[in-house]
């Protein structure tokens, strides 16, 4: 895992350059920062599929090139960078008018290999929420575009309900509907894991 | 304290909630390897525009020309064409029909084009 970070250059002054003087190696700098938040957010977004994922991830630099003299700075850039990657990843699935896959089989199989060997140690507990993650990965596919990218915006890239809002282009309340909608429908998909009492639904 | 946390306290007895914190606190530690991607995006930018340092100077020059012979030769020609012109309208009377049917051929031929521009757009 070798990061070559030169942390003392900010990201406002690396897009500075890229604006100013054409300067590669400055945005150079900025994919590799990047990067792996990207595509780990794509990979989220895809279900797991991470070729699609590492496709989009860079369509979503390459538009970001293209963008940055419009990039204002209101939002921080790994913000801007979300949004750009996640209309990318609704316009891809527009386009082939995707579904969630249920015959996902070689993904799960990847995040089956990758929660195995995180475990460490398999204590009951530790195998139990393993095997719970696994269970929403599965579940993740049944949500709508939006909701599946509400979750992973709230959630997976820790956002606010008003960054996730100017990441996905629409008002916080719908941003909020779209995770309360969504989390319906998780509990009812997982409903064997829900503790005693609880019943599923809250 | 953070979204996060304020989420966070909001739905501390959510086993979902739970859930979905854990799984997003796991990935958050992982770091996926660049293998390549870096250089794979940079390849894909577009080229950057070569700077055509020769180009500004040979239009201006090509102006140049064009504007001193125009100021050379048009002078005496618009004289000749307005004076043939003004010779020729002068020395025949106009009746209303003749001005009456060059407007409607005007006119005629104006809209035609503006609806086969139309058309074509």
């Known amino acids: 895992m070798a990061r070559a970070r030169d942390d003392t250059v900010t990201d406002a002054q690396l897009i500075a350059r890229c604006v100013a003087s054409d300067d590669r190696h ?16 794509l990979r989220r977004l895809t279900a797991g599929n991470h ?11 390459v538009l970001a090139w293209r963008n940055l003299k419009s990039f204002r700075q209101e939002a921080r850039f790994s913000t801007w960078l979300y949004r750009i990657a996640t209309n990318c990843w609704l316009g891809h699935a ?19 290999s990758d929660d195995a060997d995180s475990g460490g140690e398999h204590t009951p507990d530790a195998t139990r929420s393993a095997s719970l993650r696994i269970d929403l990965e599965r579940a993740m596919r049944v949500l709508s575009e939006a909701e599946r990218a509400a979750i992973v915006q709230c959630y997976d890239n820790d956002l606010s309900h008003e960054e996730a809002a100017y990441v996905l282009g629409m008002p916080v309340g719908t941003v909020k509907t779209h995770i309360l909608r969504a989390k319906r429908k998780l ?10 009492g609880e019943g599923g639904l809250a | 304290m ?15 909630d739970r859930a979905l914190m854990e799984g ?40 140049g020309v064009a504007v001193a012979g125009l100021a050379v030769t048009l002078p005496p020609t618009v004289l000749d064409v307005t004076r043939e012109a003004v010779r020729l309208f002068a020395g025949r009377p106009f009746a209303l029909s003749d001005i009456a049917s060059l407007v409607a051929v005007f006119g005629a031929a104006t ?11």
Not at chain 1, 26 to 41: D, I, K, N, T, Y
Not at chain 1, 51 to 61: G, P, R, Y
């Open chain 1, 187 to 196: 509990k009812v998909a997982l409903a064997s894991w829900a503790p005693e």
């Open chain 2, 111 to 121: 809209w035609t084009a503006t609806w086969l521009a139309w058309r074509r757009a």
């Open chain 2, 24 to 63: 997003s606190a796991e990935r958050a530690g992982t770091y996926i390897d660049d293998a390549g991607f870096t250089a794979t995006v940079m390849a894909m930018l577009p080229a950057a525009l070569a700077p055509v340092n020769w180009r500004k100077p040979a239009l201006l020059a090509l102006w």
């Open chain 2, 2 to 16: 953070s979204a996060r946390d304020a989420r966070e306290g909001d739905r501390a007895g959510d086993w979902l």
């Open chain 1, 94 to 112: 527009r386009k082939r008018r995707e579904r969630p896959r249920c015959d996902g089989d070689a993904d799960l199989a990847d995040v089956d």
């Open chain 1, 26 to 41: 400055a945005f150079a700098e900025l994919v590799r920062r990047h990067q792996s938040a990207v595509r780990a957010c």
């Open chain 1, 51 to 61: 070729a699609l994922a590492d496709d989009l991830a860079q369509d979503t630099f």
